[in-house]
């Protein structure tokens, strides 16, 4: 039987669901570039301010830096900060952005060829990412374009945001599994076995089944799934981003990443360790565009507080978070 939520924490999550509808109301009024800018200048803000992340930022860009200069991790902290105000500036004008997708998210044509491709084979693409560029805009960029996709995502806190989200993102094209509801293993099966796209961000540690595997040099816990669901299915393996090319230029980035015929732990978690250490020099190449203030290496195998799952997906499986 579930805990009941305390009033104080129903009632801050529904003035937070009101804060961002009236947020997105709002910025309607006013030219996706300047929420944008705008969202830029309340991340620099909120570097100055919250001052617990900000130092969760430094310490995770002195783990994965070590060699780079006190300064230079600072600026790019907070310029992390301002990407990801970025981010939700455009993601609350999203709807303007999809009437320019041409302008706002370029696709090369050699990207988007490895997407048909992968297609063509029958089998569903699981398509693999991370909270780096934009990542809103990495699904939207692709389904707003014609073709099938669905994420795996977790649910906010206050189910008015999680419909919210989820009606914003089916305007996209994009649809939602929730990771934990009933039938979500089966939905994400159903997917690839329709050959459609299921997308997936593997970035993150959170609490779904999970393996240890090196990013910027130390062990992090990384949803396993991704490496399940395609040595399971045959589906192909794109890793996709959306990296920002520009003030308000964004371009798709897609790489298929050969799936073994294997099927074991062994080939699990190398299969992961290849799809993170893609992310990494993703991160590498644009430090600025990820969000340094997750606390990527919080478990690790001799002090996790849970026990990661090793188990294969089955018909039981929790769905990845994202």
Same mark, same amino acid.
């Given at each position: %039987?579930?805990?009941?939520?305390?009033? #104080?924490? $129903?009632?801050?999550?529904?003035?937070?669901?009101?804060?961002?509808?009236?947020?997105?109301?709002?910025?309607?009024?006013?030219?996706?570039?300047?929420?944008?800018?705008?969202? *830029?200048?309340?991340?620099?803000?909120?570097?100055?301010?919250?001052?617990?992340?900000?130092?969760?930022?430094?310490? #995770?860009?002195?783990?994965?830096?070590?060699?780079?200069?006190?300064? =230079? $991790?600072? *600026?790019? @902290?907070?310029?992390?900060? @301002?990407?990801?105000?970025?981010?939700?500036?455009?993601?609350?004008?999203?709807?303007?952005?999809?009437?320019?997708?041409?302008?706002?998210? +370029?696709?090369?044509? +050699?990207? $988007?060829?490895? !997407?048909?491709?992968?297609?063509?084979?029958?089998?569903?693409?699981?398509?693999?990412?991370?909270?780096?560029?934009?990542? =809103?805009?990495? @699904?939207?960029?692709? &389904?707003?374009?014609?073709?099938?996709?669905?994420?795996?995502?977790?649910?906010?806190?206050?189910?008015?945001?999680? /419909?919210?989200?989820?009606?914003?993102? /089916?305007?996209?094209?994009?649809?939602?599994?929730?990771?934990? #509801?009933?039938?979500?293993?089966?939905? %994400?099966?159903?997917?690839?076995?329709?050959?459609?796209?299921?997308?997936?961000?593997?970035?993150?540690?959170?609490?779904?089944?999970?393996?240890?595997?090196?990013?910027?040099?130390?062990? *992090?816990?990384?949803?396993?799934? *991704?490496?399940? !669901?395609?040595?399971? &299915?045959?589906?192909?393996?794109?890793?996709?981003?959306?990296?920002?090319?520009?003030?308000?230029?964004?371009?798709?980035? !897609?790489? =298929?990443?050969?799936?073994?015929?294997?099927?074991?732990?062994?080939?699990?978690?190398?299969?992961? @360790?290849?799809?993170?250490?893609?992310?990494?020099?993703?991160?590498?190449?644009?430090?600025?565009?990820?969000?340094?203030? #997750?606390?990527?290496?919080?478990?690790?195998?001799?002090? /996790?507080?849970?026990?990661?799952?090793?188990?294969?997906?089955?018909?039981?499986?929790? /769905?990845?978070?994202?």
């Amino acid at each position: %039987m579930a805990t009941p939520v305390p009033v #104080h924490k $129903r009632l801050k999550r529904f003035v937070r669901y009101l804060l961002l509808r009236a947020a997105a109301a709002f910025a309607s009024l006013f030219p996706v570039e300047w929420t944008s800018s705008f969202g *830029a200048s309340l991340g620099r803000l909120a570097f100055t301010l919250a001052r617990r992340e900000r130092q969760k930022a430094l310490t #995770h860009l002195s783990r994965a830096f070590p060699d780079k200069p006190e300064a =230079e $991790r600072e *600026a790019i @902290a907070r310029a992390s900060f @301002a990407h990801l105000g970025r981010c939700v500036g455009e993601l609350v004008c999203v709807r303007q952005i999809d009437e320019r997708l041409d302008e706002w998210v +370029e696709w090369p044509k +050699e990207s $988007r060829a490895v !997407l048909d491709a992968a297609l063509a084979r029958g089998k569903g693409v699981v398509f693999v990412s991370g909270h780096i560029g934009n990542w =809103e805009l990495t @699904a939207r960029g692709v &389904t707003a374009r014609g073709y099938h996709g669905t994420s795996i995502a977790r649910e906010a806190s206050d189910p008015r945001t999680t /419909a919210f989200i989820e009606k914003l993102r /089916a305007s996209g094209n994009t649809g939602s599994i929730w990771r934990g #509801h009933p039938g979500a293993a089966k939905a %994400m099966l159903r997917q690839l076995r329709a050959g459609k796209i299921l997308g997936l961000l593997i970035d993150q540690d959170t609490k779904v089944q999970s393996v240890f595997v090196p990013f910027f040099g130390q062990l *992090a816990s990384t949803p396993r799934a *991704a490496a399940d !669901l395609a040595l399971r &299915t045959k589906a192909a393996l794109i890793v996709g981003l959306c990296p920002r090319v520009g003030p308000h230029q964004y371009r798709l980035e !897609l790489e =298929e990443v050969p799936v073994p015929e294997r099927h074991d732990e062994a080939t699990v978690i190398a299969l992961t @360790a290849t799809l993170t250490a893609k992310l990494e020099a993703a991160i590498r190449a644009r430090p600025d565009q990820w969000v340094w203030m #997750h606390e990527r290496w919080k478990r690790q195998p001799e002090t /996790a507080s849970a026990p990661i799952d090793s188990a294969p997906p089955s018909h039981h499986t929790r /769905a990845p978070s994202t």
